[in-house]
């Protein structure tokens, strides 16, 4: 039967059994070659025809044959928008309120090629209530608890569809979501769980309904985080263990799923995947591909969860916990990168309370870290390395009781030489801890601020344009190295290596706590040998920025405080004073003797004293 016959025989006089063979010969003949015979089909006019049969109330064989055409022309994706236009969607919409299997397997096969990365399609789809169609098949036909080989075909591609329908379409999504498509999905894991085609293509569907950060809350309670762990267990191929993965990474970014991920052990899964994968690391040359990926979102998932408090807490479980004996016996020891790096990221986050943080210290900690960072030789993977352990080592140096403990294990040496690098990020990190260590420590603060070359190169990236983190935290580095030691030695270091026109800029910073900070260090600094400081004072243009911030409206009381605190003991100098009557800050300070604020008023009346 050549094409023009077959399409005659469509025409709706025609009998079923015609319409039926006709069908049958197209079918053979598209299975030869979709795109061409598709096209040449279109041209001959064949939409038309198979609309107005579906239109017709047809008997169930036809209906099969009818549903799998538009299944077959749909595979061009040329032919999805013709087929909407063409009104396709609601009689085949219809055809899902039949009861036979073969009608709905071949249904759900044409809806979803329709929708394949066709939005046309889904909205008709939605405007024609397939969206509750879909659901309610899946409710009640997918959970039937039959076996049958035609039923466990119709599951999945049921699932199929479901997964073209949803996919970046976040109205359908919800839509679904609202209809207790979750809840679906999660019972047809339970009952299907050893059906490992239906499983993949659900987990699938839950991937994209996870997409969206909104969605990512229907899942919790729903059981989903065990089941997906049970079915992490069942699969060997890594790209099922990377499917599964990715959807598990992304319903892990919701903190109430990381703790349902943490308490269904999907810890001890992951570590178990990811021993047999050092294993064979140790085996062979290189790893594939597919392998890194796998390692790397493993890894990547463990240092999500124990970003949230509560599976921190029952992961590190004062040091006795599963990942931290792995990760301090087997990944920082390690030769891979990915495991180094992850397992400073897992001990900087378990590092996240001064408890852990003083625990962390008990057990050991200090030693494995700085020998990571010796091992670092420059490379892409070495800077990421450096910033991890520098982040657990910040974190480390937060609570008092540990500062001690740290400086006396030779942190600060560790570290410093690490300043050198033009790795922003390690910059950053590097200087955080560096200010925390000196806290309270004048001894360390002394040592650090003595060091011309050091406080020199603290200058320079007091300067730093490209990153506002590693100038924000040389800044207050350089303010902490004057607090902290209270030294005239570390003062001279600092106003020699040019640094008081860094701390008179931190002195109009939009941040009040580096404006305290900074005002602190230039007091100390005019109260300490204020000869010593002048020159730097006059070139920082230090009097004018007093100014600025006295008549700054939105300065904050303690702000002001502060600086007439500063102008106080900038007074003790005559050419100050010159400067301070030249650029009529006398006036500004005289003019807050009358301030509503008693505090200011009192500051000022005393400042004022001081003028000649």
């Known amino acids: 039967m050549d094409l023009a016959e077959a399409l005659a025989k469509l025409s709706i006089g025609e009998s079923e059994d015609n319409h039926f063979d006709a069908i049958t010969a197209l079918l053979k003949v598209l299975d030869e070659d979709i795109e061409v015979y598709s096209s040449k089909l279109d041209e001959l006019g064949i939409l038309d025809k198979v609309h107005d049969l579906l239109e017709k109330q047809q008997e169930r064989r036809l209906q099969v044959k009818l549903a799998n055409l538009v299944a077959e022309l749909a595979k061009n994706e040329n032919l999805r928008g013709p087929c909407v236009k063409q ?45 509750q169609s879909l659901v309610n098949i899946l409710k009640t036909r997918c959970l039937s608890g039959d076996n049958d080989p035609a039923n ?20 359908l999504q919800s839509k679904a979501i609202n209809e207790g498509l979750v809840d679906t999905l999660v019972q047809l894991l339970k009952e299907y769980s050893m059906d490992i085609v239906l499983c993949g293509k659900i987990v699938i569907c839950v991937g994209n309904l996870a997409d969206a950060e909104a969605n990512k809350a229907a899942f919790i309670g729903t059981g989903m985080g065990e089941l997906l762990v049970n079915a992490l267990q069942m699969v060997a191929e890594e790209d099922e263990q990377e499917a599964l993965l990715e959807v598990i990474a992304s319903l892990a970014e919701n903190d109430e799923m990381k703790q349902e991920f943490t308490q269904a ?34 890894t990547d998932i463990i240092v999500l969860l124990v970003t949230e408090d509560v599976s921190m807490t029952i992961l590190f479980d004062d040091g006795k916990g599963l990942l931290y004996q792995h990760v301090m016996s087997s990944w920082l020891p390690s030769t891979i990168d990915v495991y180094q790096i992850s397992g400073a990221l897992v001990l900087g986050n378990f590092a996240r309370n001064d408890g852990n943080c003083l625990k962390l210290l008990d057990l050991g900690i200090l030693d494995p870290l700085f020998k990571m960072l010796e091992k ?36 600060i040496e560790v570290i410093l030489p690490l300043l050198e690098t033009d790795r922003n990020p390690v910059q950053f990190k590097l200087l955080g801890t560096s200010r925390l260590l000196i806290d309270g420590s004048a001894a360390a603060a002394i040592k650090m601020g003595s060091n011309a070359d050091l ?32 030294s005239m030695k570390v003062m001279q270091t600092v106003i020699d290596q040019g640094g008081m026109i860094h701390l008179v800029k931190m002195a109009m910073s939009e941040h009040t706590l580096m404006q305290n ?70 006036d500004v300070v005289k003019g807050l003797c009358d301030n509503s604020n008693e505090v200011i008023k009192g500051k000022a009346l005393s400042v004022s004293q001081h003028f000649r």
Not at 88 to 116: I, M, S, W
Not at 559 to 570: A, G, R, Y
Request: with cysteine.
């Open 87 to 131: 009104g396709f969607v609601p009689p085949l919409n219809n055809y899902l309120k039949e009861n036979d299997v073969d009608v709905l397997h071949q249904t759900c096969r044409a809806l979803g090629n329709l929708c394949c990365d066709y939005d046309p399609a889904r909205e008709a789809i939605n405007e024609s209530g397939g969206v």
């Open 152 to 171: 466990e075909r119709f599951r999945a591609v049921a699932c199929a569809y479901l997964t073209n329908l949803t996919f970046g379409n976040e109205v």
């Open 265 to 298: 052990n999907l810890v001890a899964s992951l570590l178990e995947i990811l021993q047999g994968y050092k294993d064979l690391h140790g085996a062979k040359a290189c790893a594939t591909d597919d392998e890194v990926q796998v390692e790397k979102l493993a």
């Open 376 to 411: 670092v030789e420059g490379h892409e993977m070495d800077v990421r390395l450096q910033h991890a352990v520098l982040s657990a080592l910040r974190n480390l140096s937060v609570p008092k009781l540990n500062k001690g403990r740290m400086l006396d294990a030779g942190t």
């Open 455 to 486: 406080v020199e190169r603290v200058d320079d990236l007091c300067s730093c344009e490209v990153h506002a983190g590693v100038s924000g935290e040389a800044n207050r580095l350089l303010a902490a190295l004057v607090k902290n030691s209270a």
């Open 517 to 586: 900070e900074a005002l602190i260090a230039l007091t100390l600094i005019a109260s300490s040998n204020l000869g010593m400081a002048v020159p730097a004072i006059h070139s920082s243009d230090l009097i004018g920025v007093c100014k600025t911030i006295l008549t700054n409206e939105g300065s904050a009381a303690e702000i002001q405080c502060n600086v007439l605190s500063l102008i106080s003991f900038l007074t003790e100098s005559d050419s100050l004073q010159e400067e301070i009557k030249e650029k009529e800050l006398d």
